[in-house]
């Protein structure tokens, strides 16, 4: 990955071991409520024009991807250690 993934203004290799877990639980909070949140719009979306579904899914798609990654990188900045 090419970004530099930072949280609180620290780097991935200065954050202690614990810091990164708690950050790992942070982005599965993350991916849950907004999970909950687009899936609520989506219904909304669809009762209203079912064809605007496809945008809050695409959105769930690319953002939950983004954070996955961040947190492979994040198991691996553990593991590294």
């Known amino acids: 990955m090419n970004r530099k993934l930072s ?3 620290k780097e991935l ?3 202690t071991i614990s810091e990164l877990e708690e950050q790992l639980k942070t982005n599965q909070k993350r991916i849950l409520i907004r999970s909950l949140f687009l899936l609520l ?3 909304a979306a669809g ?3 079912p064809i605007l579904i496809i945008f809050p899914i695409a959105v769930l798609v690319i ?3 983004w ?3 961040n947190n492979k990188e ?3 900045e553990i593991e590294r250690r």
């Open 7 to 9: 949280y609180n203004g």
């Open 13 to 15: 290799y200065q954050m």
């Open 41 to 43: 719009v989506t219904l």
């Open 47 to 49: 009762f209203t024009m």
């Open 63 to 65: 953002t939950d991807y």
């Open 67 to 69: 954070i996955l990654q």
């Open 74 to 76: 994040i198991r691996r």
